[in-house]
């Protein structure tokens, strides 16, 4: 279905950088109306600015109630639905599992977690009254095989792994899908701070790009591309893989 002919509204989570900017600016380039939420929106007013009629920018933070049902609220007020929900927002702390205090784990699952059931919450009643939706839960790798240092954010992924297929299930006789995105290894602002060989990142632009031609899968797991699929099925084959993969991060 075109996007054009349907006026379809896609609502992105964590939207001011990296792969969640480069995915909504896809998707408007496709003909989209897209929504960005997120605490920070300076890199997002430059798009508003130049398609006003078709962007909307909100300041929202995931971990709070209210913010997130302003927001969306906003966003069916303007447009009147949306089509597409992609929850991206994710934060995580990086160290030892001993340096990490309960605080930090817990703002790992108030953002990666609780503020995906937030979204959802807020915006599977529209979905359930247009009988038709699409609830895309970026996910990780981490959240199926685990990585040293981000014990945090690996358990929010699992979390995440596990709640899009619990939906999916509740959802079945519904016109309404859930499912667990997949996105490569990529050079974000955070995921640079790990120490991975450039060779090993990928472009944020691609990946968003990637990322929107698929925003209309209804599959169980949504992955960027064959490579990123394959990843994940060795990955889980050959634990021994990770390990070694991983090896730097362990003393």
């Known amino acids: 279905m075109s996007s054009d002919e349907s006026g379809r509204v896609v609502v992105v989570t964590g939207a001011n950088e990296g792969i969640g900017y480069h995915l909504l600016a ?6 989209y109306r897209v929504a960005g939420l997120d605490v920070a929106t300076d890199e997002l007013e430059s798009l508003r ?20 049902r302003a927001a969306m609220d906003a966003v069916v007020d303007r447009w009147g639905r949306v089509d597409v929900l992609v929850n991206n927002a994710a934060v995580f702390t990086f160290g030892p599992f001993e340096a990490q ?16 059931v ?19 839960n970026v996910s990780s790798g981490a959240g199926l095989v685990g990585h040293p240092g981000l014990s945090g954010y690996a358990s929010t992924k699992g979390a995440v ?11 079945r006789n519904e016109n309404v899908w859930c499912t667990v995105m997949h996105p490569p290894l990529t050079n974000t602002r955070s995921a640079a701070t790990l120490g991975y060989p ?5 472009d944020p632009a691609e990946v ?13 797991v949504v992955a960027a591309d064959w490579k990123t699929k394959a990843g994940l099925w060795l990955s889980k084959r050959f634990p021994s893989l990770v390990e070694r993969g991983t090896e730097r991060f362990v003393e």
């Open 26 to 31: 896809s998707l408007l380039d496709d003909g």
């Open 101 to 116: 205090t309960l605080d930090d784990t817990r703002r790992e699952f108030e953002v990666n977690y609780f503020g995906y």
């Open 198 to 202: 450039d060779a090993f990142l990928s």
């Open 118 to 136: 937030r979204t959802i919450r807020a915006v599977l009643p529209h979905m359930r009254a247009q009988e038709e939706g699409r609830i895309h």
């Open 49 to 68: 600015e130049a398609r006003p009629d078709r962007v909307d920018v909100r300041d929202c933070d995931v971990t709070a109630d209210d913010d997130v």
């Open 208 to 220: 968003g790009r990637k990322l929107a031609e698929k925003v209309e899968s209804t599959g169980p």
């Open 161 to 171: 792994e596990a709640l899009t297929r619990s939906l999916r299930l509740e959802l």
